[in-house]
């Protein structure tokens, strides 16, 4: 190598530390609501200490690259194909996970996945359903493990769990399952995975209204998880807290304070998702355009894209439907037809927000208020 290389080379290598990018964590904000923080939450995650193919740190840096705020690992109370390789006590991927989750900023949830029964023994078609839960809040991982479903779940509860079912569609179309309905009866869960990885069960929508469940979604990460760069839609729980730690997440989760998000829907309650919209999207209309034609500038702060069509509105005056995009500004032109009114109009627009569902078949409503002034 010459001389002149060398020196080349010697410059580039020192120059690399100072060049060098580490992780970034991408922002995803979504508004607060009046008393509430909104956390950002994936309450299903496995890694090598039950059936996944990740460390549990590998997780916690994702969680923090994708903008959550809290997340659980739920290792398999039964399953453990790696016990050769790895501890087999189920706290140990949580006490891995705890010191960078701490200095990340993260609330780490203490969980573990109940699993009836063990889906790599199961047969192709679960006649009775997944009979698979997550317990979160616990103090006692291994206490969990027991062949019976209902002893495991009376033992989350005596620890003050909160529980969930996990993926009613899971081999099977989604059914209140007799052990389902069992469990709820006995007050042994209390939320349910609307949102499992990439599907949405719409046959199970109508039973969060029905049996008072809290909505849950979840990606049930077993491999390392995608960036949001890549197109990853990866699932979350948006979890309406006072709070910002773990007392604040489980008083929210038994409150029923949460709403699920997928790509371009959320799943909530009407009180909640309004005030996710009232406080994403604001409205300005120059005073120039109060004409025939009045132009409004709508702007979407949040993360959530919304897509808003006209519900009611006087017969003269007219709004194509639109889509607007996350963290940006979008320009709306109205039109009012012949046979407007003349002089200024106050006119309130009754709106769809067609991506926010607040229960099956029912989007949010909304409310603008403009100016027309016909010249």
Do not use: C
Request: no cysteine; net charge negative.
């Amino acid at each position: 190598m010459s001389r002149m290389l060398v020196i080349v080379a010697a410059l580039v290598l020192g120059l690399a530390p100072v060049v060098a990018q580490g992780p970034t964590r991408t922002e995803m904000p979504v508004p607060d609501l009046p008393g509430y923080r909104t956390l950002k939450a994936d309450f299903h995650l496995h890694t090598v200490f039950s059936d996944g193919n990740v460390w549990p740190t590998v997780h916690v840096m994702e969680a923090w690259r994708d903008g959550l705020d809290v997340i659980a690992l739920t290792e398999h109370a039964e399953y453990h194909p790696h016990e050769k390789d790895v501890n087999t006590d189920r706290a140990r991927s949580y006490e891995i996970a705890r010191p960078l989750a701490e200095r990340l900023g993260l609330v780490l949830v203490p969980g573990v996945e109940i699993t009836k029964p063990d889906p790599y023994t199961a047969p192709p078609v679960l006649e009775e359903g997944s009979q698979h839960f997550n317990a979160l809040f616990v103090t006692d991982f291994n206490a969990l493990t027991t062949p019976d479903l209902f002893e495991a779940l009376r033992r989350a509860r005596a620890q003050e769990a909160f529980v969930f079912w996990n993926h009613p569609g899971f081999r099977a179309e989604p059914r209140w399952f007799p052990p389902v309905a069992r469990a709820h009866a006995e007050g042994l869960f209390q939320g349910m995975e609307l949102v499992n990885g990439p599907d949405f069960y719409e046959p199970a929508y109508p039973w969060i209204e029905e049996h008072g469940l809290t909505i849950i979604a979840n990606s049930d990460a077993h491999d390392p998880v995608p960036p949001r760069a890549t197109g990853m839609r990866r699932p979350i729980t948006l979890v309406f807290a006072r709070s910002a730690d773990v007392e604040g997440v489980r008083e929210a989760l038994f409150a029923r304070r949460t709403a699920a998000w997928l790509g371009d829907d959320v799943w909530g309650a009407e009180e909640q998702l309004r005030g996710l919209f009232e406080g994403a999207v604001t409205v300005e209309q120059p005073t120039s355009a109060r004409s025939r034609s009045p132009m409004l500038l709508v702007r979407n702060s949040s993360a959530i894209p919304m897509h808003v069509r006209l519900r009611n509105t006087p017969a003269w005056l007219r709004m194509p439907e639109a889509h607007l995009p996350p963290e940006q500004t979008t320009l709306l032109r109205l039109t009012a037809l012949p046979g407007a009114p003349a002089g200024r109009q106050e006119v309130t627009l009754e709106l769809e927000v067609l991506n926010l569902h607040v229960g099956p078949g029912r989007p949010l409503q909304a409310l603008w208020s403009i100016v027309v002034e016909a010249r």
